[in-house]
């Protein structure tokens, strides 16, 4: 079904249709069931929470790795140092998705035994949208953290070099009766997805995106693309972006910097470092009383003045939650390009695709 959402044509898809799809694809490019399942998983949650940039559109970009060999279709994950509560992980050039589910999984198994935990991986790829792997953490009366490095779109403060990545890192922190509050953001003013969501959609840039590759502002997405995403907040994102590097990749002894590739380079392993963090409540306080504080504070900053022409004040990770119930029910709007490329990998593959 096509309908119309803000001015573009979109193909609405079932969510469950969508996971089945992305799963025979990874199975039929040699990923095992259970690995294409957590991956195929990632990406439409993603879709379901409203971050397109981190859903489905990736899956012809992992299926061009996949078949270049930059990407191993079976995760051998394998443990280089370990103590009680850290462990230094490799991926092995595997899916970032499954490595980076088990790494969290690791690190809540730790921080249940200890109360605060530190799992580190190196030659991973790209793991998707951020704030999945925190998530896990929730149930668990647990505090999720997350950070990753990424291929280079960021210039050092003053300077027109891609350097960094747009590195990001996501928290989340249980809460009882009020909805968890996460946070997941990259330190870009925006994520490169989203300049690709709007070059496939032949539409520009909005100012103060991005420099085209002379330190130039521009609003042309390819030039946007070819040249360097502006960071939030000037020195400030420079300086953020920078740290997560850091705890990733240079802790790591894997790619940092320049040397990460990006999904568009589908020969090199990407040699991306992921950090994940988990905090028992338990080690800290009663997790009841936690929860029950987080609902206090919540309601007070959403009770609390609101400026003139705001109705509501959102926490992070409300209007994602919010975009989840909505898609549940009335599916997925994915771009028409989108939902091409997806028939093509189909045809390609000899997989029908219904949406």
Known sequence: MVTEMSSSPKVMARHELLEKFCIQVLEKLGVPRDEAE???NTLVTANLRGVDTHGVLRLPLYA???KGGAMAPSVNLTTEKETVATALLNGHDGIGQVISYRAMQLAIRKAREVGVSYVVVK???HFGAAAYYPMMALAQDMIGIALTNASPRLAPTGGVERLFGNNPWSIAVPAGERLPVVLDMANSVVAAGKIRILQ???KPVP???ALNQYGEPTTDAGDALKGILLAIGGYKGYGITLMVDLLTGVLADSNYGPRVKGLDQD?????????FMAINLAA???AAAFKGRMDSYIDEIKSSGKARGSDVIYLPGEPEHLRVQERME?????????AEELRAIGKDLGIPIDL
């Not at 020969?267 to 950090?275: I, M």
């Not at 009335?330 to 989108?338: E, H, T, Y």
């Open 38 to 40: 957590i991956t195929a």
């Open 267 to 275: 020969v090199d392993p990407a040699g991306t470092a992921h950090s």
């Open 330 to 338: 009335k599916g997925i709007p994915l771009q028409a390009k989108v």
């Open 123 to 125: 030659r991973s790829n």
């Open 64 to 66: 061009a790795r996949l």
């Open 200 to 202: 496939k959609e032949g």
């Open 207 to 209: 100012e103060g995106w």
């Open 284 to 286: 800290f306080t009663d």
